[in-house]
């Protein structure tokens, strides 16, 4: 019975030290993705700002062009 429960024992140790190994991993995984995402989003926003920035540029030269006229 003793040794039963030894081994019950090593299993059970072996089992949680395997699930909080692989919790870590997710979370570092988790973690990697959303900050992946995070930079995806900034890059889309600063692209789209460029554009926009443009787009005025282009409208104010427009004008200014026209009211020159």
Same mark, same amino acid.
């Given at each position: &019975? &003793?040794?039963? %429960?030894?081994?019950?024992?090593? &299993?059970?140790? !072996?089992? !949680?030290?395997?699930?909080? #190994?692989?919790?870590?991993? $997710?979370?570092? &995984?988790? %973690?990697?993705?959303?900050?992946?995402?995070?930079?995806?989003?900034?890059?889309?926003?600063?692209? $789209?700002?460029?554009?926009?920035?443009?787009?005025?540029?282009?409208?104010?030269?427009?004008?200014?062009?026209?009211? #020159?006229?």
């Amino acid at each position: &019975m &003793m040794k039963i %429960a030894g081994e019950t024992n090593t &299993m059970v140790t !072996k089992i !949680k030290e395997t699930i909080l #190994k692989v919790s870590i991993n $997710n979370q570092t &995984m988790n %973690a990697t993705n959303i900050l992946g995402i995070l930079e995806d989003l900034q890059y889309l926003i600063q692209s $789209n700002m460029e554009d926009w920035v443009f787009q005025i540029q282009k409208i104010l030269a427009d004008e200014l062009h026209a009211y #020159k006229r």
